[in-house]
């Protein structure tokens, strides 16, 4: 470790630019949980994400030179990220779709052996939901919970207005309730 | 009776401190309510839970392959664009003109043709 201040993401994104692959490397070390999460939140497949999230990243170091400045880098890095996770669905309809069941156990220390039963239960009925929703509700669904993003962010990275955002998050929100409650009754 | 965007607005946080502060004392003497905050909760906690964790070396690897990756300069691709129009428009102007010349002689003689008193009649 250098004595110096760490490098702005300006300053790595001016190097990235110049093609610095050390610059690049700190650029994905400092995203890519951020990224698998968003690529998880809208694929809900754990097995797919590693393959899009390098392609996603690769794209950020071939096509820096699209990023014009104007809006902020993560805000184009989603939405690189999301557009990526859209084609690879597309590529993916030809192909029958991962069970659910078969995906990883989730690995966020909740779900144990001290965890009730119907708890689990509950929990698995909501992914469920999830992976049930149209890709557009969860790609909304997915950015508002990555990062808490402003209802204007999301309209930024999904190039959409923001009433589309406020509406596709109230009926995703309000067709998960639906499906819940049906399970439940 | 709170509806479901107001309980939304509460658990993202967007709600007034007071409205907020409210709902939360209702929610105290309310077991509907509450059950329904908690719902909103667990939607909120499982839409990214499960996500995988990059696998360790995971930055490090790519920045290999950029290291062999073509990286495109988008401003180097349209000033490459800008000249390629430049020239095809040039090359067509100068076509044009070209094929103008050649066919001003024939333009000319059915001029004459059409003024002879004899292709009138």
Redesign the interface.
């Known amino acids: 470790m250098g004595m110096g201040s760490e490098p702005s993401e300006g300053d790595l994104i001016a190097r990235v630019r110049k093609?610095d692959?050390?610059a690049?490397?700190?650029i994905?070390?400092k995203y890519?949980?951020r990224v698998?999460?968003?690529?998880?939140?809208v694929l809900r497949d754990?097995h797919e994400?590693?393959d899009v999230?390098?392609e996603v990243?690769?794209k950020v170091?071939?096509?820096?030179?699209?990023f014009d400045g104007k809006s902020k880098f993560y805000t184009w890095l989603y939405r690189v990220a999301v557009n990526a996770a859209k084609d690879h669905r597309k590529k993916l309809r030809r192909r029958p779709a991962v069970a659910l069941e078969e995906?990883?156990?989730?690995?966020?220390g909740?779900s144990g052996p001290r965890e009730s039963a119907q708890t689990a239960e509950?929990?698995r009925l909501?992914?469920a939901a999830?992976a049930e929703l149209p890709e557009h509700y969860r790609s909304v669904?997915?950015l508002?919970?990555?990062q808490?993003l402003h209802y204007q962010e999301i309209a930024d990275v999904l190039r959409v207005s923001l009433g589309t955002v406020e509406s596709r998050?109230?009926r995703a929100?309000?067709l998960?309730?639906r499906r819940?409650q049906s399970h439940v009754q | 009776m709170y509806s479901?965007?107001q309980i939304?607005r509460y658990v993202?946080?967007l709600m007034e401190a007071g409205d907020a502060q409210r709902l939360e004392q209702q929610a105290e003497a309310d077991e509907e309510l509450q059950a329904r905050i908690e719902?909103?909760r667990?939607?909120?906690s499982?839409?990214?839970?499960?996500?995988?964790?990059?696998?360790p070396g995971?930055?490090?690897e790519?920045?290999?392959?950029?290291?062999a990756?073509?990286?495109?300069?988008?401003?180097e691709a349209r000033r490459f664009l800008k000249r390629v129009l430049v020239a095809a428009a040039v090359l067509a102007a100068v076509g044009l003109a070209l094929l103008a010349m050649e066919a001003l002689p024939e333009i000319l003689r059915a001029e004459e043709a059409i003024a002879d008193p004899l292709f009138r009649r």
């Open positions: 093609g692959t050390e690049f490397r700190q994905v070390e890519e949980r698998f999460a968003l690529l998880y939140g754990a994400v590693e999230a390098q990243f690769m170091f071939t096509r820096i030179s699209a995906s990883e156990p989730p690995p966020d909740l509950i929990r909501v992914r999830i669904l997915a508002r919970e990555l808490g998050l109230h929100r309000a998960l309730k819940l | 479901d965007d939304w993202d946080g719902q909103c667990l939607i909120r499982e839409v990214l839970a499960g996500a995988p964790e990059p696998p995971f930055a490090a790519l920045a290999r392959r950029a290291a990756a073509p990286v495109l300069d988008l401003e």
